[in-house]
């Protein structure tokens, strides 16, 4: 069994979602952006967010399956964001409420989550993909100061009204010394996760 551990980055918090921040998970996934691009469900209502919360989340960390943080700036208890990796091999996932994307919150959440995976596990890669389209994601490439060198076809199950086609890209970056990698999308994809409530995947 896993215990849930918080993140601390210079400007965020990473803890638990707690039953506080049902209502903001409901009404962030109910964006239309979520219908395009993610897999969470649809339409997302907020017994979704209460299953999040109450199953999802504690069952990943109790069987050490994934690992879920809520997004909160320092300090403060509203809900920015939510972001996950899963440790069946470093799938990330993330999405951001609207007002909070273009703020660079995504890269430096992104980096402490990677930090964490490399230390307290055996894995040596983090990645992530998207749906095709997705281009806020694709430009998390730089800011998370990696760089690209290959692709792959997806790994999730999309809705069927979601282009199907993701990129999947290996990437050495700096900030880990060469030794680890992070893997990130070619322009366009985040989607969330299929049959789960994220998915690599990301808005933001």
């Not at 979602?17 to 997302?44: G, K």
């Not at 282009?163 to 900030?175: Q, T, V």
Request: glycine letters at 8%.
């Amino acid at each position: 069994m896993m215990d849930a551990f918080p993140l601390e980055t210079a400007r965020l918090t990473l803890d638990q979602p707690t039953a506080a921040d049902v209502d903001d998970i409901a009404r962030f996934c109910a964006e239309p952006v979520f219908d395009r691009f993610m897999v969470t469900p649809w339409p997302y209502e907020r017994q979704h967010a209460v299953g999040f919360i109450e199953e999802y989340v504690p069952n990943g960390w109790a069987q050490n399956t994934e690992w879920t943080w809520a997004i909160r700036e320092h300090g403060a208890a509203d809900l920015l964001g939510v972001i996950s990796v899963r440790l069946d091999g470093g799938m990330v996932g993330y999405w951001l409420g609207a007002p909070y994307r273009g703020r660079g919150i995504l890269p430096e959440a992104l980096e402490t989550v990677a930090d964490a995976v490399f230390t307290r596990t055996e894995l040596d890669r983090v990645r992530w993909e998207c749906t095709r389209g997705n281009g806020r994601d694709a430009s998390m490439k730089s800011r998370a100061a990696a760089t690209s060198d290959s692709s792959a076809p997806p790994n999730w199950a999309a809705r069927s009204s979601l282009p199907r086609a993701a990129s999947l890209s290996a990437a050495a970056s700096p900030r880990f010394h060469g030794r680890r990698t992070i893997s990130i999308p070619h322009p366009a994809p985040r989607a969330g996760r299929a049959a789960r409530h994220l998915s690599a995947r990301g808005s933001g």
